[in-house]
């Protein structure tokens, strides 16, 4: 079918200058989003206000949804846990009896651990939850990995808090809205994450790649070697994270001296988040006159 | 069908409707991110740009030339892309489909697919420049991602199609 030939409309004026008012517009509002481009590519946090706008409406449909999946998807899953209750049991128990030999040792380690650190004077500092939210939809079509979670201003949740899942880190509030909340997942290419490998302490840094796994690269210039299997947790260097949340695991070593890892905590699993305070926020500024 | 179609000597619809349906259409597209999974790397196609370019492509006229910049708008809101790059890239995509427009006037079905799988390649490589640093590896997982949105092109067309028809019975 030839397409309508609309750009000469007849002999109305009228229509003419619509027609051409048009073009005019489409043009200018293109200069108009490469602006809005150049501006959110120097300044990202520039329209978290609108962003946390929609999403407060977007956010209760998602949870809504979300909600009535894991209803249906449970069903499934409880006659098979009927079923094989019996075998899980008996597994259990011996897993019991293994555990509980572990935990003997594990209770003196940490005896020791105690006084070793009072020893030293170290004061830990303890990190508050914030609060404890499902992480409800995502940038699905986009390069980027940004999750939105269910919580906002409204319950404590401030920019910059880290957030955790039961299996380790997930990622770093970005933008807070009143209700809901944007995170910076940790596999995104922008996340950058101090971490330390738990065997020898060996420093090094967790970076997204946007395909779901991270790259480790060490902080170190000497040649580091990264076995499959070794595992990395956060340092608390920065400020953001507190220390010993786990991040991620090693598939396998890479060319320049760089490891393959996978996170522990697996966001897609629509599992609970929970945000903590930041480790050492930001002191506020001090008041003029006053020497530190 | 039950209801008579209108012919082509009938009155239009009100210009409400005639606007309010392929906007809302692209705008439902958009707001698919909020379907709630968390993605660990792009798998859906972008199906507000699909259904923008199956309206542009099928039903020509529909949508005013400036269309592309409130919906675009929208999908910056969504996506997680960086505000404007939609704005700009579909705005882009919809001055080169115009200037096509005057060049090849007859066109079949399989032209209107190779211009929106220029269009659609397009933005998503220029959407993963300006989003995403260089390094990040994203490149196999996108090209996956142009193929996939490419062939549901005609799906996407032929919605545009069913839903204008269903229009003209209103």
């Not at chain 2, 009155?11 to 409707?17: H, K, V």
């Not at chain 2, 400036?66 to 919809?94: E, H």
Request: charged share 15%; net charge positive; aromatic share 8%.
């Amino acid at each position: 079918m030839a397409p309508p030939r609309n750009r000469r409309p007849g002999f109305s004026r009228r229509a003419q200058y619509t027609l051409f008012i048009g073009y005019v517009v489409a043009v200018a509002g293109s200069l108009v989003g490469a602006v809005l481009l150049a501006l959110a590519t120097l300044d990202p946090p520039a329209f978290a206000a609108l962003r946390a706008t929609l999403a407060e409406v977007t956010t209760p449909i998602s949870s809504g949804v979300a909600g009535a999946g894991r209803g249906l998807a449970a069903i499934p899953q409880g006659v098979s846990d009927y079923i094989a209750v019996h075998d899980e049991n008996e597994k259990l128990h011996k897993q019991l009896d293994d555990a509980k030999a572990l935990l003997m040792r594990a209770r003196a380690i940490s005896y020791d651990n105690r006084r070793l650190r009072t020893l030293l004077g170290l004061r830990e500092r303890i990190t508050d939850a914030v609060v404890t939210a499902r992480l409800v939809s995502s940038t699905a079509s986009s390069t980027r990995r940004f999750a939105v979670l269910n919580a906002g201003s409204w319950q404590g949740v401030k920019k910059g808090q880290p957030v955790r899942g039961p299996e380790g880190l997930i990622g770093q509030i970005l933008e807070a809205g009143p209700n809901s909340a944007r995170v910076l997942l940790l596999t995104d290419p922008e996340s950058q994450i101090p971490v330390r490998r738990t065997r020898d302490g060996m420093p090094a840094l967790a970076i997204g790649r946007g395909d779901g796994l991270l790259d480790i690269k060490s902080a170190n210039s000497t040649a580091a070697d990264f076995l499959p299997g070794d595992v990395f947790v956060t340092t608390g260097t920065g400020g953001v994270y507190a220390p010993n949340i786990p991040v991620a695991q090693i598939l396998r070593h890479m060319r320049g001296d760089a490891g393959l890892a996978r996170s522990f905590a697996q966001p897609d699993t629509l599992d609970f988040a929970l945000v903590q305070q930041a480790f050492m926020p930001v002191a506020p500024a001090l008041p003029p006159g006053t020497t530190p | 069908m039950s209801a008579p179609l209108k012919g082509a000597y009938d009155d239009e619809p009100a210009i409400g409707w005639r606007k309010a349906v392929p906007a809302a259409t692209i705008m439902l597209g958009s707001l698919i991110t909020i379907w709630p999974m968390v993605a660990s790397f792009p798998f859906l196609p972008p199906f507000g740009l699909l259904l923008l370019l199956g309206w542009r492509l099928a039903r020509p006229g529909v949508l005013s030339i400036w269309a592309p910049l409130p919906l675009g708008f929208f999908d910056d809101l969504l996506s997680g892309q960086p505000m404007g790059s939609a704005v700009l890239l579909w705005q882009l995509c919809f001055i080169g489909i115009d200037l096509i427009d005057q060049r090849l006037v007859f066109r079949d079905f399989w032209q209107d697919w190779l211009i929106a799988a220029g269009s659609i390649a397009f933005c998503l490589i220029a959407g993963r420049l300006v989003a995403t640093p260089l390094g990040a590896h994203v490149d196999t997982v996108l090209l996956l991602q142009i193929m996939v949105s490419v062939m549901l092109f005609p799906l996407a067309a032929r919605l545009a199609v069913w839903l204008d028809r269903r229009r003209a019975v209103e």
